[in-house]
């Protein structure tokens, strides 16, 4: 409900948006755009439910699992995970849990992940609680998590009901100004 200003970038059926160092990118239903020269190129991946940048990487999963990685103009396949929800950095958030992006994907745990965030300590929103990275996923708070950010100093996790603060452990719930679920969450640089 409130975003600050803003103003329409480019027209499509946005499944995901991530930002990366140097660029935007849409997960769209016919292909993962990119920003470039004051608009969006399209990148030949095809139809995609999640984008995320591990550094200057983009990396985009399709909505049968498949997940690559963009090196110069084309795509490299890194493997295939059902029910892929979020990537952030080098994690992936799917119905199966999380898994680690590298050479390939490694499943690190816990199931029913609906998003992940890197900024700080990593952490994951599953639909029984908000966990934290430390030596193995540990529970931060019980409850249906959807929504996770995080930077080197704090993290934010949403249930559809509350938004929490905190930096692993220790969350406490926080003041919004409005009424409506919070659907996603991000921490600025600024």
Request: aromatic fraction near 6%; charge should be negative; glycine fraction near 18%.
């Amino acid at each position: 409900d409130i975003v600050g200003e803003f103003s329409l970038a480019h027209r499509c059926t946005a499944r995901d948006v991530a930002a990366g160092p140097d660029a935007l990118a849409v997960a769209t239903d016919e292909d993962v755009l990119v920003s470039a020269a004051g608009g969006y190129e399209p990148t030949d991946f095809g139809s995609a439910v999640a984008v995320g940048f591990d550094g200057d990487d983009l990396l985009a999963a399709g909505p049968e699992g498949t997940v690559a990685r963009r090196e110069g103009d084309g795509w490299q396949g890194i493997g295939t995970v059902e029910g892929v929800r979020a990537i952030d950095g080098d994690l992936l958030a799917s119905a199966g849990g999380v898994y680690r992006v590298g050479d390939g994907l490694d499943h690190v745990g816990l199931t029913d992940a609906r998003d992940v965030a890197t900024g700080g300590t990593p952490l994951a929103a599953t639909d029984d609680g908000l966990y934290y990275l430390g030596p193995g996923w540990a529970k931060g708070i019980d409850g249906d998590f959807t929504a996770v950010a995080s930077s080197p100093d704090r993290g934010h996790a949403a249930t559809a009901d509350t938004l929490y603060e905190g930096d692993g452990e220790d969350w406490a719930a926080c003041d919004l100004p409005t009424d409506e679920s919070v659907v996603a969450g991000t921490h600025g640089t600024g």
